[in-house]
Each structure stands twice: as structure tokens, then as C-alpha cells.
């Protein structure tokens, strides 16, 4: 438990994977009154599929890990929230050309913001998640702090960065100084069976990870072809409707070409996705908005920092610089291949992660 938290009594997450039920059975170990939530979000069939959070199995699976610890479990129904700032949110920023990612904004939301609400409603004092991430405390400032994972490889801090102080002194991370393969061994000394089952993947309403295909259903219409533009702005062929690519994406672009060719912009008003060479790709600078700073209401001066511009990227050197009520300038020093509008911009110091942005 972090110094500033004074939660005995806690909501945890749980998904039905092996990380949040060995959260909850390790809270209840030191000590705490622990239950269980369980968030129903789409009523689809692609909720049956097994590789997405939340599926109907998981739901089954957080229950039966609740029977097994003894602990109540709760079943909200939020799909009329996820489908409004979740599902639609994703599907308008594909509309404006740009990669969204939706966990960020079902946590921002959802998993955290509306659970945490509701635990508070039931009288708990604090909300658990079985992410891997740490709290801390900047006595200094008497303000909570996120700090990232003991294991690097399983750091979760990048779609965390939009808590708010308030929501950080009421969230408990017990998972954040264990490995994965600690968290598996737990789970295999408390024999629960779910020790070895994968993590999720993909999208959990875009389970087959056919983005392009889920809009269409979505919306009820087709998107028609359109051009891909060279770097002369000349017609090279026809793509498949723009929302089906991505920047930086060469494969499965359907052009034959004498050098590869890359997505480095996506045009829907024009209805182009224009392609180049991989050095269309880099670039030094990027804007942000939607911005969430935790150990500072804002950034007073410039400063040195790194950070991550996709959840698998590495952390690059800059100098971050707030220019507006709700804008920062992320300069690199060395450029940054497929910088992405709609995917999250996160900036670290060490392990504090200083806060983030959408990128622009």
C-alpha cells in the first residue's frame, strides 16, 4: 500500500486473466476487504470471442476467481458508456484519417473513471487494477505521482497517463514490483487455473483485427476507393478506402512499385492516402492536445524529458514545451520514424511519468 493511500476496503478490476485475480487474492492476503467488479461493454458476438478482454468467458472466469477467493463479484453493465466514449470516439478519429487507441480511452473513461465512480457509490475507499504500474508519492509537492513497472517488458504506465491526482490517491497497482512470471507462479501457488491463460489480444470489438471491415459494419455504408498519391502527386493506384491504412504502413498496399512504398499521410477529404519513400516518415516534431499532466498543473518552462510515441516504441530524448491552455511541443533530438495523429504522445522523467497528450 503507498504511504498516502488510507484505503482498507477496495474495488478490485478483474478481467478474469491470471494479472487482476492475482491483484485481488494478493490484496486480500495483506489484509484488505476486497471485491470484485467485472464490466460488461458490448453485446455483441464478438464478445464470445476468447482472445479480447472482456469477453462473456472472462466474465465467467472473474466470477468463478471471486468463488474462489470468497469475495463478492459485481457485473456493471457500461456498454451505453464504452459505446459513446470509447467505440465512437475510435470510430470518428479513423474518419479524420487518424489511428486511435481505444484502451487508452476506455480506461480514461470506463475501466477507471467510471469504476472508480462506482466503487466510491458502494462505499469502498479505493479502486485496484492488475495493471503493471507503480504509485508514488512527491512529498515535496504533496502530490501522487505513476511510476512505471518493475518489469519493463510488461509496463503499463503508457495507457495510464491520462489519471488524474485525484483518481492516482484512490488506485492501487499490487502487481507493479512483480515479473509476469511472478504474477504466474502466484497464481499457480493460490491454484487458480487460470495461471497460464494468454493475455488478451487485439481490439476487444475489433476481435479479428479487421479495423476497416468494423467501420463499415458500424456505420451501415462502404467506403469507395480513392487514390494513392506519390510523392510527386502523381496517381500510383487505387486503394480500398482510406480507413483502411495506416502511417507507416507498407504491407498489403497492393502496388507494385519499383521501390517499397510507405503510408506517410492519409487525406479523407481528398479521399488519398498518399505513399513515399521510408524518409517521409521521420519527423522531429509533434503537437499534442488532450493533454493530462500528474506531477504539475502544467509545464511552467521547457523541459528535458523522454518519451514514447506508441505503447511498443522506445522512449526518445526531447524537450517538451506547453504553448497553450491545452497544446505541448515534443521537439526529439533525433527524428521519429511514423508519427502517428490519434495515437497517444507519453513523456517520462526516469520512471515518473511526467503526463501525455493525443498527438495531433
Known amino acids: 500500500m503507498d504511504a498516502h ?5 477496495v474495488l478490485t478490476a478483474m478481467s478474469g486473466g491470471v494479472d487482476s485475480t492475482v491483484a485481488a487474492a494478493l490484496l486480500q492476503k495483506q489484509g484488505y476487504t476486497v471485491a470484485g467488479a467485472t464490466l460488461k461493454l458490448f453485446d455483441t458476438d464478438e464478445a464470445r470471442q476468447s482472445r479480447t478482454c472482456c469477453s462473456l468467458s472472462d466474465v465467467e472466469d472473474a466470477k468463478a476467481a471471486c468463488v474462489k477467493l470468497g469475495i463478492p463479484h459485481y457485473v456493471f453493465n457500461f456498454k451505453d458508456r464504452f459505446e459513446s466514449t470509447v467505440i465512437r470516439r475510435f470510430v470518428d478519429a479513423y474518419l479524420a484519417g487518424k489511428t486511435p487507441n481505444p484502451c487508452i480511452d476506455c480506461n480514461r473513461f470506463v475501466k477507471i473513471t467510471a469504476l472508480l465512480e462506482r466503487a466510491w457509490q458502494l462505499g469502498f475507499d479505493g479502486l485496484a487494477t492488475g495493471h503493471y504500474a507503480r504509485g508514488g508519492w512527491n512529498a515535496m509537492q504533496s502530490r501522487p505521482l505513476l511510476k512505471k513497472a518493475r518489469d519493463a517488458d510488461k509496463d503499463q504506465t503508457y495507457v ?13 497497482f499490487p502487481l ?60 500510383l493506384g487505387q486503394h480500398r478506402g482510406y480507413q483502411r491504412y495506416t502511417i507507416g504502413q507498407r504491407k498489403g498496399l497492393g502496388l507494385a512499385l519499383p521501390a517499397p512504398a510507405f503510408v506517410w499521410k492519409i487525406d479523407p477529404d481528398a479521399n488519398a492516402v498518399h505513399v513515399g519513400n521510408s524518409s517521409r516518415l ?18 511552467d518552462a521547457p ?51 511526467i503526463g501525455g497528450g493525443t498527438i495531433q
Not at 200 to 227: A, H, M
Not at 318 to 332: L, P, W, Y
Open 282 to 299: 521521420y519527423s522531429d516534431t509533434l503537437l499534442i492536445n488532450e493533454i493530462n499532466l500528474i506531477p504539475m498543473d502544467r509545464l
Open 176 to 235: 507493479g514490483d512483480l515479473t509476469k512470471g511472478e504474477v504466474r507462479e502466484a497464481a499457480a501457488d493460490y491454484g487458480f487455473w487460470n495461471a497460464e491463460k494468454p493475455d488478451s489480444q487485439d481490439i476487444c470489438f475489433v476481435p479479428d483485427g479487421d479495423y476497416g471491415s468494423f467501420l463499415e459494419r458500424y456505420l451501415g455504408r462502404t467506403f469507395p476507393p480513392g487514390n494513392f498519391v506519390g510523392e510527386a502527386g502523381q496517381i
Open 160 to 172: 495510464l497517463y491520462m489519471l488524474t491526482p485525484m483518481q492516482l490517491n484512490s488506485i492501487q
Open 303 to 353: 523541459i528535458r524529458c523522454t518519451a514514447k510515441i506508441r505503447y511498443r516504441a522506445r522512449e526518445a530524448a526531447c524537450t517538451a514545451e506547453q504553448i497553450g491552455a491545452d497544446e505541448i511541443r515534443v521537439k526529439f533530438d533525433e527524428p521519429q520514424r511514423a508519427i502517428t495523429p490519434g495515437q497517444a504522445c507519453v513523456l517520462y522523467d526516469g520512471d515518473v511519468v
Open 5 to 9: 493511500t488510507n484505503a482498507r476496503s
